[in-house]
Structure formats: structure tokens, C-alpha cells
């Protein structure tokens, strides 16, 4: 296992999480997130305004876009950066890889709503929103990873880039993350936002013999 790997499944990873990150992607190879540096920085509090994009997804918004750029616009990507262009190889090299890496797992949270729903002894709206909890508990564990797995990503991006080039990054990545915050794209959706709607996913996702009857 590389020291990546021991760094994000041993400091990183609630043990929930753990198992099936091993198990989902055992054969992809991630190269190079060794900068344990990051794991100490504070990340900058980011002011969302759009509702579609949670904070914990803002760096892997901004990454991927950066990979596109740079697969369809190097020159110009490579003159907003400041990067040469081997070095801006590898920084698709390492956006690439983690993207491979990376998933939101959508149908766990959904288990974990419809499992909710299948064993809570509330009746109505009570019931319905103990799952709608559990969805969103199980989403914020995902959320989190992603948010603590991208921080290994810049820093490893970091580290291959010499001081000039890093302020570069930095201030990219800073205005960036800035736009991305306020343009309200969408990663990972939320299905759920109140007990009406969440009525409708729990009927559509979850097998069970009795309605949510609280939301009609």
C-alpha cells in the first residue's frame, strides 16, 4: 500500500468509510498525494451563496474544471497558471487519478434512508424525517471525505511546483474557488430538502408496506 493510501485511510477516513473506499477501489492507482504538510492547514472559510454546491466540494469542482482546461486549452492553461508544460502534465496526471479515485456513493446514502424508514417505529412526518436525517448524515460523511481527500490533492499538486509557480496556484485556486462557490453548479445533489418532498424520494427509492403518510 502506498503512503497516500496509508495517509487517507489511516488520518483521514471515518472506519465507516474506510471499508468501502478499500473495496470500491482496490485497483486504481492514485499517484503521488504524499504532502502531509496539508494536514495541518486550515482551509480558508469559503462564502457560498448558491445552495447546489456544498463547501466540502468546492476544491473538486475547481480541480476538475482546471483538468478540462487543460485538456482542451495547455497553452492557455498553462499561461494562467504560470506552469511549464511538463509540469502542467502532471498536474492532470494527479487531477486525473483522483477523479478515478473519488465517487459520491449516492445509492449508500439511500440505503441508509430507506433502511431508516424500514425500521423506525414513528408513525407520519416523525418517521419520515428520521430517515431524511439519516440521509443527510450518511451524504455529510461522503462530503466530508471528498473534502478531506482533495486537500491531499492540491497539496500533492503543490508539491511539485516550485515557489513561483505555487503562488500561481494559489492565487488560481483562490479565485476560483470564489467563482465556483457563487455560480451554483451541482456534484452531489441533495434528493431531499423537507418532508413533502422527501415523502415522494421515500416512495420512490424505499420498499416498504406503509406510505409516508404524514406529507399527504
Excluded at 165 to 180: I, N, T, V
Amino acid at each position: 500500500m502506498s503512503l497516500f493510501k496509508v495517509l487517507l485511510l489511516g488520518l483521514l477516513i471515518p472506519a465507516s468509510l474506510t471499508k468501502f473506499a478499500l473495496a470500491k477501489n482496490a485497483d486504481v492507482s492514485v499517484t503521488g498525494l504524499t504532502s502531509a504538510p496539508a494536514l495541518q492547514a486550515e482551509p480558508r472559510e469559503l462564502n457560498v451563496i448558491g445552495s447546489t454546491l456544498a463547501p466540502e466540494e468546492i476544491d473538486r469542482a475547481v480541480l476538475n474544471r482546471l483538468m478540462q482546461e487543460i485538456a482542451h486549452q495547455p497553452d492557455r492553461a498553462a499561461s494562467v497558471l504560470g506552469l511549464r508544460r511538463e509540469t502542467l502534465q502532471d498536474v492532470f496526471i494527479s487531477i486525473s487519478n483522483a477523479r478515478n479515485f473519488i465517487n459520491d456513493n449516492e445509492m449508500a446514502n439511500l440505503r441508509a434512508m430507506c433502511e431508516a424508514w424500514d425500521n423506525s417505529v414513528l408513525e407520519g412526518d416523525a418517521r419520515i424525517e428520521e430517515a431524511l436525517e439519516a440521509y443527510k448524515n450518511r451524504r455529510q460523511l461522503t462530503l466530508d471525505f471528498i473534502q478531506k481527500f482533495y486537500r491531499l490533492v492540491v497539496a500533492d499538486i503543490e508539491s511539485i511546483l516550485i515557489e513561483p509557480e505555487q503562488l500561481s496556484f494559489g492565487r488560481y485556486m483562490d479565485d476560483r474557488r470564489r467563482r465556483m462557490a457563487s455560480a451554483g453548479n451541482v456534484y452531489s445533489s441533495v434528493i431531499v430538502e423537507n418532508v413533502r418532498s422527501g415523502a415522494v424520494s421515500i416512495n420512490f427509492h424505499c420498499r416498504d408496506n406503509r406510505p409516508p403518510a404524514g406529507a399527504q
